[in-house]
């Protein structure tokens, strides 16, 4: 077990055993080779992904399709070849994640031009960056912007 | 925006270092290759706004701004 005194969780015990490999690290983050997934059911559907190389870093997510149903995955080559994959079609076990975070403006925001794909099996996770533009990286989230009741 | 028009195996240049030649081109794609100094960072748009939401997503967070963001999820 690894102590670390996570920005948004306060002290956590981390089991290295579980830890995922991000063999590219993330864009802007890329000594961010060994991430934990953290979950709170208080805090579901949040999740939290830890950095274990910077533990200032620590990003909040949620599965994709708590945001858009009908999200299509879609991922290049060296992507796939992160996880250890050969083709889409053939994985299994695949987690979905879009990172949360604070647009310009200050409203919440999913990334759902870059969701971060895990391989819970193989413990391997890429941030996947799409090379089209079907998805926004700043998708607005459901309540923002609404009117308080 | 500056538009300029070119063929495949023609180049040109940003500044005195940066040459951008147009190696292929199909149907909806077109393949490029960039000559840049190796203190040039060279990025799909994609992972350079991926980068830029990422540094603000490790950004400070009050707990209002938590409540706020798990109302909005749930």
Do not use: W
């Not at chain 1, 864009?27 to 190389?53: K, N």
């Not at chain 1, 996880?83 to 999913?110: K, Q, R, V, W, Y």
């Not at chain 2, 063929?7 to 794609?29: A, F, K, P, Q, Y």
Request: with cysteine; glycine share 8%.
């Amino acid at each position: 077990m690894v102590k670390i005194l996570s920005k948004r969780l306060g002290p956590v015990e981390i089991d290295e055993t579980v830890t995922l490999q991000f063999p590219a690290g993330l864009p802007g983050f890329e000594r961010c080779t060994r991430i934990a997934l953290v979950e709170r059911p208080s805090l579901a559907p949040l999740v939290f992904l830890q950095s274990l190389d910077l533990p200032e870093v620590c990003f909040l997510a949620t599965p994709v399709t708590a945001i858009d149903p009908g999200y299509q995955l879609s991922m290049t080559l060296e992507d796939l070849e992160c996880l250890g994959l050969e083709s889409l079609e053939l994985a299994e076990d695949l987690l979905c994640l879009a990172i949360l975070g604070p647009s310009e403006s200050g409203n919440f925001t999913a990334n759902l031009l870059a969701p971060v794909v895990i391989h819970r099996k193989a413990r391997r996770g890429v941030q996947a960056v799409r090379i089209d533009s079907r998805y926004s990286h700043q998708h607005p989230l459901g309540g923002e912007g609404a009117p308080c009741s | 925006m500056l538009v300029i028009r070119r063929r495949c195996g023609e180049s040109l240049m940003i500044g005195d270092d940066v040459e951008i030649e147009v190696l292929e081109c199909g149907g909806t794609h077109v393949k490029l290759g960039i000559r840049a100094p190796k203190q040039i960072t060279v990025l799909r748009k994609e992972i350079h706004l991926t980068g830029r939401q990422n540094r603000l997503a490790t950004g400070e967070l009050s707990s209002a701004d938590m409540s706020r963001l798990l109302k909005s999820l749930r």
